[in-house]
Every structure is written in C-alpha cells, then in structure tokens.
C-alpha cells in the first residue's frame, strides 16, 4: 500500500492515542477475570458507540463478548480484541520488583488491557479513514473474553459470527517488534474426576477404594505414554482436587486436569483417547469410577503467508516506534530482573533481529527492541495454544507483536503487569492499532491482494475440514 495512506492512518491513531491510553490503564485497574469482564467490555463497547459502531452486546451465549459495526458491504474486516487478567497476579505498575498491590488479588500479567484497546484504536482509525474518503466495506471490532483458558472466540466461531467475514487481524504485546509467523498447538483440556469409597485408612483400608490412587495411577501412565507421542505434542496436567487432607482416610474423591496439545487438532484428540485409555486402566486398577468431563478447545493456528507479508510491509513503511531514554531506562530495570539466559533465550526464540532498520546487525542490544524482526515468509513452531486458532481456520488471519515488554519479558509474569502502564507499552500498542488499522486499509483497497490471500486459505483449507473442538452441548464458562 502507498506509503501516504499508511502515514494519514497512523495520524489519525496517533490523535485518538491519549483518550485511549487512559481506557487501556482502566482495564489493567479492573482486571477481571475470563468471562466476567463486564467493567472491560463495557467501556470497549461504549468507546465504540461513541466512534459510530453499530453495538451487539452478549453474543454466542457469552455476556461479557460483543461486536462492533461500522460501514457496509464487502469486504468485511475483522479487528479481535482480548481484555481478560490472570488470577493471582496483583503488581503495582511502574516499579521493578515484586509488590502485590493486593496480595493474591487479579493482574494483567499477559497485556490483555493493551491488546483489546490498541485492536479497538484499529477498528475506529480505519472506520473515520473509510468515511472520510467515502470508501465501501465493513469494518468489525469482535470483543472476544475469555482468552486464557475460556476460549472464547472458539464459542464465537462456533456461533457463525465469522462466516461473512473476509479476513481477521489481531495482534499481541511481545518482547519484539514484527510479524512471527507460528502455528501454534491445538489443544484439548479434560477433567478427570475419579469416585471411590471412603474408609478409615488403617483400621477398614480393605473396604476403601482410593480416588487418589487413580489420580497418581494415571499420572504415571501418561508420564509413561510420554515416550510413545507424536513429535512436539504436549501433555501436563495438575491435581485440582486431592480428596482431602487427612491422611488416615482413603479418599473417596479425588481430579485431575489434564491439557493435551498437539501440531494439529486431530492429533490431539487421537492423543485425548490414549489419555482416555490410561484414565479408566487406573479407574480399573483401582476399582473406581472415572467421569472425563471436557473442559475447554482451541485449534492449532493456520498462518497466512500472503497476508502476514502486506502487514510486514506495513510495518516497514511506519518505521521504528520513537521510544525514548526514559522507555529504555525503565525497560533497563526491569529487564535486571531476568537472567542473562533468561534474555538471551528471548532473543534466540523470537528470533529478534532488526534487519529491517539497522542494516543487517542483530538487534537485541536495547532492552526495548527499537527494530523491525525480519520476516522470512514461513512459518515457526510455537508450543503455546491460543483461540485465535480457531478463527483462523474460519477466515484468513494474521497478527503482529509489538514491543510493549523489556526483552527477555515471559507473559504470564508479574514483569508484564508492571510494564502494563508504561509510556513504552502505550507506545507499543499505538504501533499495533497502526499497523493493523494500515494492513485492514491494504485490504480494504486491493481486491488483488485480498483475492490472493483467500486462495492462499483456501488452499491450505482444502481437504481438511474445520470441525469445532468444542462440543455442541458445552456452554461457555459452565464447563469443567
Ligand atoms: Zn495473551
């Protein structure tokens, strides 16, 4: 796309950029957990009221998911947007060291206040640069809760709200400038909760038939079947219910949860009935009962070459984010906290080099990344598992990472909701809106290059139908 159209879209963000600042600083306040983010999507669906969206509040069955409409007819563009916090991840933004600011209380300790904000700042520059230069097409903001472990979007694909879209954007805060093609794992959550009869342990252990037992017995059976998996599948799992803690009673109940992840979704349920398998061998060792309640889905990633190439390109002509010594000193302490391993392995991984604008030297010299990683045009294994899978087998999907985070920066840490707030992060997530808004536009006015990406998807679609892994009678957030 022309380097003017891409200019004029990053002004009109870069305009709306301390309006929304403060709306992301009052997600990262409310931090609410998976499905009720009600606070969170309120002020994201006002926002979009207040910009001219047409508002459908509680879709697929989930009060706190929505979506925003602006423009009409072909083609339709589809912005995600996530804003649900981690339990247990309370941090006081701007310091960098460990300070609950409420001990056990909820945290943004995966950026979610940024990313639902900066795909929001998207959605509204692209709609006033469509009414301004009175251009056709649909532009949807999908307000998607439940990301960390409730696959919302899974529920809303499963609805059909993505079925006229033309394609999908998004985007993640990261320790790195660019686009990182991965398909990412399919996975499969399961709870297994094994029934037994309770006795007193010593003086009537005959009678008794444990529920721990089965637990621990399926535990060392999978650990066994590890060896027998298919290459770069996943399995772990944590004990959520012991049965109790005394000691001299057999006890009666006990579950465990299990996550099993492959490259593809069918492997991963093909993985789900050897689990299976194990589970009732130790229900019978152990003469208990096993139920297998499912949990919760996603879909491995389906990348789209064609489409992350344009938002590359995008990324190019916008240049490096203007971080300043005050961003980089706080990134500095921040990234005191890691290890020299911890940083190194972050480069190693996203592979964080800035050919792009610093002339072929490898860029990890800052502790905020100030270049654009290379893209190579393939794509990468990822071990993580996100929803965002499942809607990319739906409609082609791309997404970008921004620096918002020191390098060396791990999601799921109290480094992240510290750097939440940060001038560094609003910065981040202002260049995210950028380029997604920009990349929405190139497809907006190049039916070549959107024609081009949909063969591309439908080609890889081809041959391997898309069938949800979430089974039709399971509701969101009831599961489990
Ligand atoms: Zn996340």
Known sequence: MNREAVMSIAAEVEAMKPHFTTLSDSIWDFAELKFEERQSAGVLAGALEENGFAVRRGVAGMDTAFIGEFGQGKPVIAFLGEFDALAGMSQTAGVAEVKPLEPGATGHGCGHNLLGVGSLMAAVALARHLKTNNLPGTVRYYGCPGEEGGSGKTFMVRAGLFDDVDAALTWHPAPFNGVRSTNNLAVLEYFYRFKGMAAHASNAAHLGRSALDAVELMNVGVNFLREHMPQDCRVHYAITDTGGKAANVVQAKAEVLYLIRAPEIRQALDLAARVDKVARGAAMMTETEVEIVFDTASTNLLPNITLETAMHENMVALGPIAFDEADQAFAKVIQDTFTEEAIKSSIRLYQIKGDVFSNGKIDGSTPLHLGLRDFEGQSHFRAGSTDVGDVSWTTPTA????????????????QVVAQGKSPAAHKAMAHAAKTLASTGLSLMTSPELLATVKK???????????????PADVMPGSHG
């Open 399 to 414: 997404q970008c990472w921004t620096p918002a985070w020191a390098i060396g920066t791990n999601p799921h840490t109290w």
């Open 456 to 470: 591309e998807w439908l080609e890889k679609t081809e041959g391997s139908d898309y069938v949800c892994p979430i």
